[in-house]
């Protein structure tokens, strides 16, 4: 951290080009323009003097302007989703700055900031460019800084496939798990769907024999019959409630009936799958082995992708033709005997 003699009081460069007002152990800002100009003098004095305002055409209006666009609105609930967080990171960092005043390379500092989490990281370019594509039309930008932005790659030690559950772990957690963990169990293997969409089943997509499911990620709509193991976990889990559900109440949810956030249950999973010794079989797994199990029982590409949802068969060629390979294997080993 550098302080040239002859600058202003509180101001810092962390290295070339990066200047900001520094006090009480805190980098309070950054400034966007060159030392020694009017447009610097202007940033440090509403600083030093408190009076630092959101710029009209910020980046926290823009965002505004993008949740209550028609292009959002047309994204499916899982994708906006996962694009929230990265708004509520942008609306924290760049919230009050003018849109005009972000770079390429800033969109790569913040990358780098969230290296440690890729997923996230890719996704502040994705966010950024949609929201410049809404304010490009009002005039506010005259080009999208998120273009030829290039993603990080995923390293290697995090390419990890999902491990499908062995008989095993299935035996296991069903005669282990605590009643919520058996049950979110049974609904990700019974009804081969997408753990972000477990959380969304409620009360009233229940008749007793099937659950009804619109997915968030491609807004299909499903019947999926259930199968032995998740209906007696329903109808178990619907008797032990101290009250009659109501329709629009959560089936995976708190105790005053509103649904359970992925992250809650992601981490109610894993510390179950940390007591039980079965931690190297993730969320995502548990619908690979659903396809598996239809595999076994016979049913082609298309009577699974019924259940899956799958909108291609690439993926239920994956699970599907591995589970095939097994049990021909066994097939085989009978013949051999």
């Given amino acids: 951290m550098v302080r040239k003699p002859g600058r202003k009081p509180y101001v810092r460069e962390t290295k070339p080009g990066c200047v900001y007002f520094y006090r009480g152990g805190k980098y309070l800002h950054r400034f966007t323009a060159p030392e020694g100009t009017a447009e610097f003098d202007r940033q440090y004095w509403e600083v030093m003097t408190g009076k630092t305002q959101e710029a009209k055409r910020s980046w926290a209006a823009a965002i505004k302007i993008l949740r209550t666009s028609d292009r959002w609105a047309e994204h499916s609930q899982r994708y906006r989703q996962d694009l929230e967080p ?10 009050k700055r003018d849109v005009r005043r972000l770079t390429a390379a800033d969109i790569y500092a913040a990358m780098d900031a969230n290296k440690h989490r890729v997923r996230f990281a890719n996704y502040i370019p994705v966010a950024v460019s949609m929201i410049a594509k809404e304010v490009l039309r009002l005039r506010w930008l ?46 990700g293997v019974g009804t081969v769907q997408r753990p972000g969409d477990w959380v969304g089943f409620q009360w009233g997509d229940y008749d007793g024999d099937s659950l009804t499911l619109r997915q968030n990620k491609t807004d299909k709509p499903l019947v999926l019959p259930c199968t032995a193991a998740l209906k007696r976990a329903l109808d178990a889990a619907k008797a ?7 329709p629009n109440r959560f089936i995976i949810g708190k105790q005053d009936g509103s649904a359970m956030t992925y ?27 659903g396809v598996m199990e239809l595999a076994w029982a016979g049913c082609d590409d298309d009577e ?17 033709g591995e589970a095939r390979q097994i049990m021909r294997a066994r097939q085989a080993r009978e013949k051999r005997k």
């Fill in 263 to 289: 992250r809650r249950l992601a981490e109610v999973m894993l510390g179950e799958r940390q007591r039980l010794g079965l931690e190297a079989y993730d969320l995502h797994a548990l619908r690979y082995r």
């Fill in 240 to 246: 032990a409630l101290p009250y009659a559900p109501m």
């Fill in 304 to 320: 699974i992708m019924s259940y899956s949802g799958h909108s291609t068969k690439k993926m239920v060629v994956k699970y599907a």
């Fill in 86 to 95: 990265v708004l509520e990171y942008l609306e924290d960092k760049i919230g």
């Fill in 142 to 187: 005259t080009d999208n800084p998120a273009v030829g932005i290039e993603r990080l790659k995923v390293p290697k030690a995090k390419q990890q496939p999902h491990v499908p559950w062995p008989d095993a772990a299935i035996e296991k957690f069903r005669a282990e798990a605590g009643q919520l963990e058996r049950l979110i169990f049974e609904i």
